[in-house]
């Protein structure tokens, strides 16, 4: 009745962490009881909160309390081995399907606490007992629960195979060291692990070296961010301020000129109406002139008549002028032109500096460039659609394909004129601005012609070198002749050597300053790299040789 009511009580003696009889009991300052192996564990995960709990309660301790074991409990427990009674474990110290059991226990078996790979068998906790107080057994080599001991039996020779080939790399027993493999590199099964552990250790150690280099890599990096946003934020500070300063002198000077518009007024207005009163004064004698000659030639006394002709008649011509002379109607319209052309001129210095300066923006780089692709696979992930802009073609140029393809011919089309326009060079640009990675390709029939990359502030009028593709220092161009390659910046031509093609595959990488030209056909090869610093945003373009070619930018799929 007595072992039934203990038995009944088992449970009361199971850790809750490892859900195995307790060893080495201590109690926590809640109450519960651990393994003390098991609490110490598991307050090892919580060290950097420096808050530990009890993982039954949950209650909270800080400091980390000092464990004591419990001598109650552990007397308890020798106390009940000594008597003979056996505490029963509780079910989930049993083993289930997953579980590797104790092969000794009979009936229902015991979760396995160690595999013994000198007797290939596991042991339950009971069933261990001999191997730590038998002197022999103490020699044997224990290890985790294992349910592939059998796989440590020679299959031929059902021997523990304790021997390694290093010849076939694979683990033997002894007998298979002095038959099958007697002329193969054999150590045994412990001096290779203890090799390949050696082996581990230094992976180990460069594993741990790269961890503490990237963990410095990471913290560059956070200072390097730091850097960043304190940077961008004194940037935008001080663009906010400058900005503020231009609106100010913008204002300010808009009110100069409103303050002299209404000066001038006053002093037209002013001399207006003198003139107005001058002439109203002139009028009112005019008046009275006329009622006094009147009143004369109505005269009947010809004595008075005669008497006050001569002083009535006389009549003095104005000093100015009968007429008044007006300007034609503009005003003020010359003021609100010369501003308009301000703005003008404003907005253009504007939109070019803007350019400018969005891209010195773009040029914030802190990490190296990416690995410049190889593979035409490797280009595509950076393929671009790229457009014409009709009013940078010269007028002889026809565009078609949704501006993606241009002829030459022979006669003009009808284009308005603008200020983009080569007026000399049978050229073209794109609308689109590069200033990121980029990848196009161009395919040419006919004769050939070039293909070309232009800063926007080009020249466009007439065939100068500035003007054409090549020739100057603001573009960079590949002549595709049917004969070969040649490569042209700054007046100066390269010979390329390279497989012909009517398809040519332009990669940039504005960034990085990488130019490259490619012969695409059924293979890829590269014609021409330019390492340089672009310090504007590009634009593709093409320049034409022959009347009837046509070039076009190929839509990649």
Known sequence: M???EAQLDGAKFCCSICLDLLKHPVTIPCGHSYCMICINNFWDGEDEREIYSCPQ?????????????NTMLADLMEELKKTGLQVAAADHCYAGPEDVACDFCTGRKLKALKSCLTCLVSYCENHLQPHYDVAPLKKHKLVDPSKKLQENICSHHDEMMKMFCRTDQQRICYLCSVEDHKDHDTVSAAAE??????????????????????????KLLQQEVEAVSLSADKAVEDSEKISTELIRLLQKRSSDVKQQIRSQQETEVSRVKELQEKLQQEITELKRKDTELKQLSHTEDHTQFLHNYPSLSQFSEPTDSSSINIRPLRYFEDVTAAVSELRDKLQNI???????????????????????????????KYSCEITLDSNTAHTQLLLSEGNRKAKLLSHKQCYSSHRDRFTGCYQILS??????HCYWEVEWRGGGGYVAVAYNNISRAGRSNECKFGNNDKSWALDCDTNGYTFWFNNISTAISGPHSSRVGVYLDHRAGILSFYSVSETMTLLHRVQTTFTQPLYAGFRFNYVGDTAELRKLN
């Open 431 to 436: 609308k689109e601005s590069l200033t990121e």
């Open 350 to 380: 504007l939109k070019e500096e803007w350019t400018n300066l969005s891209l010195t923006v773009t040029e914030v780089d802190i990490l190296l460039s990416q690995t410049e692709p190889k593979t035409r696979d490797e280009l595509f």
């Open 193 to 218: 692990i203890k090799e390949r552990q050696r082996e581990l250790e230094v992976s180990r150690q460069n594993v741990q070296q790269r961890i503490q280099d990237r963990e410095k890599d990471v």
């Open 57 to 69: 309660c949950r209650q909270t301790f800080t400091p980390r309390p000092v464990l004591v074991k």
């Open 2 to 4: 007595a072992q039934q």
